[in-house]
């Protein structure tokens, strides 16, 4: 103990004599009561509360900054946090959405998720965590609990590639629900229109479209979309009529194939019947 004590003394002692000086200094100064000695200790333990207060605040800064980086650390972490409750919950919607369509329907249905969106203004196509391994083939249609998506393009052994109704190459006959008028649905690149429609077939803005009886891609009338704008023409010739898809590619995560397919003769058939329109 006295070794370590004689070793500190020897390092220090410069410092802990200053310190012991000021000390005394201090007690001295405020046992005297000379006038003179007043206003000295006065403006010395003024200076002394000024320093201490400057320090006091510099410390307080530095913990106010520690803590305001901690705050903000932690509501990006629960900002974080949030956003992920949130995607669960749309995504427990849609899925419950899905369950629901699949206990209505007899319809065999293979359930898939979207990995990859390919979206442009005249190739819109989407890949599929499904393929062979999962009975996809292609023809066969993509749907969820609000209608249509598309039509399965190709497929390999683990995925599949879908192209959407905003796909140009893709043409469909659907049907106005209500008047039972057939046309081909087709992407422009810019809008959905049907054509091959006169102009005084009853067709009327907020008619519901639907996959038509007489395609063979289809078996059964699923819901593509509403018609949002119809505008004959004076001439008797074909009408302009552009349909909103009910479905929103953007907001889709998880839908469903529908597991049929056309026979390749019906489908040479439609094929060539496209080409001409």
């Known amino acids: 103990m006295f070794r370590l004590f004689s070793k500190v003394w020897a390092n220090f002692k410069e410092y802990i004599v200053l310190?012991?000086?000021v000390l005394l200094s201090l007690i001295i100064l405020s046992q005297n009561q000379n006038p003179e000695v007043q206003k000295v200790r006065a403006i010395a333990?003024?200076?002394?509360?000024?320093?201490?207060?400057i320090i006091s605040d510099i410390f307080s800064t530095s913990d106010l900054k520690r803590e305001n980086q901690e705050l903000r650390e932690i509501n990006a972490k629960l900002m974080l946090r949030l956003s992920k409750l949130r995607e669960f919950g749309i995504k427990n919607d849609e899925l419950r959405d899905l369950v629901h369509f699949k206990d209505?329907?007899?319809?065999?249905?293979?359930?898939?998720?979207?990995?990859?969106?390919?979206?442009?203004?005249t190739q819109n196509s989407i890949?599929?965590?499904?393929?062979?391994?999962?009975?996809?083939?292609?023809?066969?249609?993509?749907?969820?609990?609000?209608?249509?998506?598309?039509i399965i393009q190709s497929t390999s052994d683990d995925f599949s590639i879908a192209k959407t109704l905003h796909n140009v190459d893709l043409?469909?006959?659907?049907?106005?629900?209500?008047?039972?008028?057939?046309?081909?649905?087709?992407?422009?690149?810019e809008e959905l229109i049907m054509q091959n429609i006169p102009s005084t077939y009853d067709v009327e803005v907020g008619d519901r479209?639907?996959?038509?009886?007489?395609?063979?891609?289809i078996p059964i009338p699923v819901p593509v979309g509403v018609v949002e704008e119809f505008k004959p023409s004076g001439l008797g010739m074909f009408s302009y009529i552009k349909v909103k898809s009910f479905v929103n590619l953007t907001t889709i995560d998880?839908?469903?194939?529908?597991?049929?397919?056309?026979?390749?003769?019906?489908?040479?058939?439609?094929?060539?019947?496209?080409?001409h329109q």
Not at 210 to 215: A, G, M
Not at 258 to 273: P, R, T, W, Y
Request: glycine share 6%; charged share 20%.
């Open 104 to 121: 209505t329907t007899s319809f065999p249905l293979i359930p898939a998720s979207i990995i990859s969106k390919s979206l442009s203004f």
């Open 127 to 150: 890949t599929l965590n499904a393929g062979k391994r999962d009975s996809v083939l292609p023809g066969m249609p993509v749907i969820n609990d609000e209608g249509l998506i598309g």
């Open 171 to 189: 043409k469909l006959t659907v049907m106005d629900e209500r008047s039972r008028i057939n046309g081909i649905l087709k992407w422009t690149g």
């Open 45 to 53: 333990f003024g200076s002394f509360a000024s320093i201490t207060s």
């Open 19 to 21: 310190i012991i000086t």
């Open 209 to 217: 479209i639907v996959t038509s009886d007489i395609s063979s891609i």
């Open 254 to 275: 998880n839908l469903f194939i529908l597991a049929v397919v056309k026979s390749k003769q019906i489908e040479e058939l439609e094929l060539n019947f496209y080409r």
